[in-house]
């Protein structure tokens, strides 16, 4: 079992819609969570991060995490064109050694 | 305010041939990682610094070296480089507590 598991996709939505990215983890002493954004030849962007179960909201994102499922998503509503990049979630550890495990990372297109 | 620079952006090597490649931090981060990215295989930790005069390897070091010169500047050596060890190499560093990454904009490695 990978440590950090999403949908590679594409997951394709229309402009406007909501996208949901999925993305779970199997260390259940991971503490913090990352969404990054990543255009194609380009280098990760941190979107989002959440340590705390529930939901955490900026702007159009909105991460959601719940620890007991070992389950974290990210949403982005209103989606526009210029969401269209992978999306790596990444995962803290538990080792304190400051290392992010990343999953493989969500292509998502978003069609005019 | 540069964050963390990558140098160079671009290099072609031949097989056997060595080389070294550069990533500074101006954020005065304790921790520092080397990447490498891969078309399927996501973000590989090839080394990291959790701290200046320290060093450990990740999950795909063989082939690879690394000197913490300081605490700003974390480098990554291929001594004999080989086609296998074409990628595109990410440099990041991080502070401690619940924060991510911040990457550089990466290295695209070409051994032929």
């Known amino acids: 079992q990978k440590e950090v598991e999403q949908n590679s996709g594409p997951l394709s939505v229309p402009e406007g819609a909501i996208a949901s990215l999925n993305c779970t983890y199997s260390?259940?002493?991971?503490?913090?969570f990352f969404w990054y954004r990543q255009y194609s030849g380009k280098s990760p962007e941190l979107i989002m991060f959440?340590?705390?179960?529930g939901d955490k909201e900026d702007g159009r994102f909105t991460a959601q995490l719940n620890k007991a499922s070992q389950y974290v998503s990210l949403l982005i509503r209103d989606s526009q064109p210029s969401d269209s990049a992978t999306y790596l979630c990444?995962?803290?550890?538990?080792?304190?050694?400051?290392?992010?495990?990343f999953g493989q990372g969500t292509t998502l297109q978003v069609k005019p | 305010n540069a964050g963390v620079t990558q140098t160079p952006k671009f290099q072609v090597l031949k097989t056997g041939q060595s080389m070294t490649l550069q990533c500074a931090q101006d954020?005065?981060?304790?921790?520092m990682y080397w990447y490498r990215q891969d078309p399927g295989m996501g973000l590989r930790l090839i080394y990291y610094?959790?701290?200046?005069?320290?060093?450990d390897k990740g999950e795909v070091p063989n082939g690879y070296n690394v000197s913490r010169l300081n605490k700003r500047e974390f480098s990554l050596r291929l001594e004999s480089a080989a086609p296998s060890q074409t990628s595109v190499y990410f440099c990041?560093?991080?502070?401690?507590?619940?924060?991510?990454?911040?990457f550089g904009s990466g290295t695209r490695l070409t051994v032929v």
């Open positions: 260390d259940r002493g991971s503490q913090s």
């Open positions: 990444a995962v803290d550890g538990s080792s304190n050694t400051g290392k992010l495990i």
């Open positions: 610094s959790a701290s200046e005069g320290t060093t």
């Open positions: 959440i340590y705390s179960n």
């Open positions: 954020m005065n981060h304790n921790s």
């Open positions: 990041a560093s991080r502070n401690s507590g619940p924060y991510g990454y911040t």
